[in-house]
């Protein structure tokens, strides 16, 4: 399949690569994601450290066969450990460790039930953090829910779609385009909350919903229905040039009917799943206009666009050029 | 058990098929069949029995140089002249004094010159397979597309800790000799690795076990099979989920593996 968009693959971002429940202690997690193969794994320390999973050595796959051994992964072919840093700090047969002897690791945060790794091609560092919700760790809260799928797009158009009013009629049962009640940028943040009404097992909801999006990947969202309130989750995370995986973490409000908690425990997974049907076959088969012919109402999406930009710029390139200049 | 690898891209800077001679057919098989296809180095072969008990193998409508060693038919895959090889028979096969060789073999997602690599790899035996510390290596020579390794390795066989000498001789990527000899057995073996396609080679080994008592003999030739496919076993996730590190961070004890490498490169 050919790459249909007019910017990179891979914009920098945080991007959730595993639920926090997923990487147990003394285990190692491998996962696909950017086109590479990665492994996290969790110290003694509790600490969860994401890196490349072919060893600098000869290129084993940590993943397989490997063993956490205290805060270090050994690797399975030749007995060399890494530390969290991803520095080989013991060769079983040799006393000098060679400088190459390391591994990339990738910027990682263990939050609101979620592990994310800081991406990017051009290496730069993480300029912003991702908010911790109260909520994903609240007994009052359900515990997480985490559902999953693929699709075939670029985290781009995932972060258009959210803010994209018109299509919320005709691809998720909306009664009428959602009214926008706020759209703010702030550096890598964009926030948006739009109220409107659909309906959920047979009855008209209204709906007001924020969406606070922090890089392309991830999206936190708060969701008042007449029904039920959730915080959610929703990660896109590159898997290759035309794959991503979309997550969708949440937790509900629990009330003191345990009926309709373990209803909607039941519920919920599913009534998300039908309401991101539709957009997986739009998402998959459409192509990126650079010039799309909008009409008034869809400045969001031209606001959105400029705000992406920042999240495709070599920082490290354009220091260097700032100091030429200087 | 082994989970099934998922095929991805082709991981390494070279062909998948460098020249060389590789093994496509037992003379035993072209009894009961004639005539038969396999598939090898990306293409469909086809060996035809002829007269005399020999074999031509053919790819398409070019006819292949061969060889025959013992019950093996070997062909030349690569541009050219095929490059001199002289691989001993291994008399033992059909000696009286050693048991009939017996077969495995195994299909596995890597590449032929990794499992060359993989000979010289002394640290590699403690940590994948079950040997007691690394081995020492007594002896390694290069010769043209030929290369010899011995080492001696301490290692623990059906509860017994014992201390065998190997001698393993390449001749060319695809045809492996080697001989062990150890306190309570001695061992010839033929190893063939033959890549099938871009993905994947096919080995094929035949192991010969010296006759020594009927009762020794008999529960060598039912425990050795499982000795050695348990060891292939320990290889093959390491080898179906590594990459290929052109420039591998070795460290002073492994430049042996770079001096394999530089051999290779006579057969691209």
């Known amino acids: 399949m050919a790459y249909r968009f007019p910017f990179a693959p891979y914009p920098d971002g945080w991007y959730q690569i595993a639920l926090g429940r997923q990487v147990k202690a003394k285990d190692i997690f491998s996962v696909t994601y950017f086109g590479k193969d990665l492994v996290a794994f969790r110290g003694e320390n509790g600490r969860v450290t994401v890196m490349d999973a072919h060893c600098p050595h000869l290129g084993a796959h940590i ?16 007995g060399w450990r890494f530390n969290q840093q991803g520095v080989c700090i013991d060769i079983p047969y040799c006393d000098k460790i060679p400088k190459k002897a390391k591994f990339k690791t990738y910027p990682c945060r263990e939050q609101n039930g979620v592990i994310s790794i800081f991406y990017s091609e051009h290496d730069n560092q993480p300029t912003y953090e991702i908010p911790a919700y ?26 258009e779609n959210a803010v994209d009013m018109g299509h919320f009629p005709f691809v998720h049962g909306y009664k009428e385009v959602p009214k926008i009640k706020q759209l703010d940028t702030n550096g890598p943040a964009l926030t948006i909350q739009f109220v409107g009404q659909r309906r959920m097992l047979g009855i008209t909801n209204s709906f007001d919903v924020t969406l606070h999006a922090v890089g392309l990947g991830l999206v936190f969202a708060t969701t008042v229905t007449d029904m039920v309130t959730a915080h959610v989750i929703h990660s896109a995370t590159p898997i290759n040039e035309n794959l991503l995986r979309i997550g969708v973490t949440f937790v509900f409000n629990k009330t003191w009917n345990p009926v309709r908690n373990v209803f ?56 260097e050029l700032a100091q030429q200049v200087a | 058990m082994l ?34 296809q396999t598939k090898w ?78 000979a010289l790899d002394m640290a590699h035996f403690s940590r994948v397979h079950e040997y007691i510390g690394d081995p020492k290596l007594e002896h390694f020579s290069l010769d043209g597309p030929k290369f010899t390794v011995r080492m001696r390795a301490r290692r623990r066989v059906l509860h017994v800790i014992d201390e065998p000498l190997m001698e393993i001789t390449y001749f060319g990527m695809g045809i492996v000799q080697a001989e062990i000899w150890a306190k309570t057995v001695h061992l010839k073996v033929l190893l063939t690795n033959t890549p099938i396609d871009e993905q994947h080679i096919i ?58 490498r530089r051999w290779a490169e006579q057969f691209y």
């Open chain 2, 203 to 260: 080995v094929h080994q035949w192991i010969a076990i010296k006759k020594k008592h009927f009762l020794r003999d008999v529960v060598y030739r039912l425990v050795l099979p499982h000795i050695v496919d348990r060891e292939f076993a320990h290889d093959l996730p390491v080898w179906q989920h590594k990459v290929y590190r052109e420039h591998p961070a070795i460290c002073g004890k492994e430049g042996d593996i770079m001096r394999i």
């Open chain 1, 63 to 78: 993943g397989v066969g490997g063993k956490v051994v205290g805060d270090t992964v050994r690797c399975p072919f030749h």
């Open chain 1, 264 to 319: 909607l425990r039941q519920y919920l997974p599913g009534e998300i799943f039908r309401f991101t049907d539709g957009d997986r076959a739009v998402l998959a088969n459409k192509i990126y206009r650079e010039l799309p012919a909008l009409c008034s109402e869809e400045k969001p999406i031209t606001t959105l666009r400029r705000w992406a930009r920042q999240f495709y710029v070599d920082s490290n390139a354009q220091s």
């Open chain 1, 134 to 159: 109260a909520a994903f760790t609240d007994p009052k809260w359900s515990s997480i829910i985490h559902l999953s799928y693929e699709v075939q797009s670029h985290v781009q158009e995932m972060a």
């Open chain 2, 3 to 36: 989970q099934p690898v998922p095929i991805g891209a082709y991981r390494y800077p070279f062909t998948p098929y460098p020249r060389g001679w590789y093994f496509v057919a037992e003379l035993s098989q072209l009894h009961k069949r004639p005539q038969y």
């Open chain 2, 41 to 118: 180095c990306g293409e469909i072969a086809t060996v035809t029995a002829t007269n005399y008990g020999r074999a031509c193998c053919k790819i398409g409508q070019l006819t292949l140089p061969t060889f025959v060693l013992g019950n093996c038919l070997f062909a030349y895959y690569g541009k050219g002249v095929p490059f001199l090889q002289e691989v001993p028979a291994i008399a033992e096969f059909s000696s009286s004094e050693w048991l009939r060789p017996f077969h495995l073999k195994f299909v596995c997602r890597t590449h032929v010159q990794e499992v060359a690599e993989n």
